[in-house]
């Protein structure tokens, strides 16, 4: 076990990115606080330093530790939206995408202004009906999914799809955020990119906002690190700093949440005011018996729909104390909403429905607050 290669992600999510182990040397990395390098002759042969737009040693430690935990290499933006936009510059110009048609609103909302400007055409397929995605794929330049998907908890099956999408030579990408590299690893399954948003489980402390591309590609690494580098869309050395400082502790949030996200699914769908629960650990959930192949664990996400509609989701999202009504996902903290109030979520998504992000607090105070506020 003295082997690098033999140790657990929960190990490397610890050790990786860290500086040289010498005598008298941190044990963590320094912010590296600078917009300029001394260069070397001639011009970017040897010095890993040009200019912060080009490149940082924080990045660097960051995207290492990120890299190994999804097993490739990883370029880190200055934020998920930042990945994205760089993902679909991927696509050739007047290409097809087919993507889930419920996933990450923001996402959609890009690919459709790209798709109205003749950037590419634009396909959007229930991603846990694989038959759907695999006649899809015919024809297709580029595959984006989420698997859980964000907020339905959809579950897609990657092996399947992967292997159809490799063997018609359709490029294809996973926002990997709702599962982290812990649970879950879609370029052992042949993707050809990873997303994160990692201002959500990677930095794991609401402080941070990033985001990051995953690839074993030289030539797809190649167009992506030039991407941001002419774009702009990077992150700051302390922001990358913190979000490093964040993933050493990612095993034991993501633990904890998802163990309190399975007691809270199982009270939540035997409570009378919620209609359904929707998370892959739930025996009753259709994603179950294929998350359970192809994860290994179901995660501190869930959503539920309230059986009074969309007013009993309102209700319910006023009347919690512990629990914070919020947009975002993966911290320490317990967040909530009703995610339809946001203009550009999709309408596969029910009026009715409340994601819940479990943080960090005692299960039983969780669902002392929840229990008080359906009962409200």
């Known amino acids: 076990m003295s082997d690098p290669a033999r140790w657990s992600p929960a190990t490397r999510a610890v050790v990786a990115g860290r500086p040289a182990r010498e005598a008298g040397a941190p044990v963590g990395p320094s912010v590296e606080l600078t917009s300029t390098y001394v260069s070397w002759e001639p011009f970017g042969a040897t010095d890993p330093g040009i200019y912060t737009r080009m490149n940082n040693a924080n990045w660097r430690d960051l995207e290492q530790a990120v890299g190994v935990l ?10 998920g939206m930042a990945a994205a936009a760089a993902l679909f ?8 995408v087919v993507m889930a048609d419920a996933c990450y609103g923001s996402m959609l909302s890009l690919a459709g202004k790209l798709a109205a400007a003749g950037r590419f055409s634009l396909e959007l397929v229930d991603v846990s009906d694989t038959g759907a995605v695999l006649a899809a794929l015919q024809g297709t330049d580029w595959l984006i999914i989420e698997s859980p998907t964000n907020p339905l908890l959809q579950v897609a099956d990657l092996a399947a799809i992967g292997e159809a999408a490799n063997r018609l030579g359709v490029r294809w990408a996973v926002d990997n955020t709702f599962a982290t590299p812990l649970l879950q690893n879609p370029l052992d399954f042949g993707a050809s990119v990873v997303l ?6 990677l ?16 030539s797809l690494l190649d167009a992506i690190v030039a991407y ?9 050395p302390m922001e990358a700093w913190l979000a490093l400082r964040g993933l050493r502790t990612l095993a034991v949030r993501v633990e904890r949440q998802q163990a309190s996200a399975g007691v809270l ?16 650990g739930l025996a009753s959930d259709p994603g179950h018996v294929l998350a359970a192949r192809q994860m290994r664990g179901f995660g501190g ?4 729909e309230l059986a009074g509609g969309r007013e009993a989701a309102d209700a319910l999202v006023a009347a919690v104390r512990l629990w914070v009504p919020a947009t975002s996902l993966g911290g320490v903290e317990s967040l909530l909403e009703r995610r339809r109030r946001i203009p550009a979520e999709p309408p596969t998504v029910p009026e009715n429905l409340v994601r819940l992000s479990v943080g960090l607090e005692d299960v039983e105070d969780l669902w002392a607050d929840l229990e008080q506020a359906l009962g409200a």
């Open 70 to 79: 999804e097993g490739g290499t990883a370029v880190v933006f200055g934020a």
């Open 89 to 96: 510059d991927l696509v050739p110009a007047g290409g097809r």
């Open 196 to 201: 994160h948003s990692g201002t959500k489980y």
């Open 203 to 218: 930095a794991g402390h609401s402080d941070v906002v990033l985001g990051v591309l995953v690839a074993r590609d030289p």
């Open 228 to 236: 941001r580098g002419l774009h702009g869309g990077i992150l700051g």
């Open 265 to 280: 699914a199982r009270r939540l769908a035997a409570h009378p005011a919620v209609e359904r629960v929707r998370y892959p």
């Open 301 to 304: 996400m869930l959503s539920i």
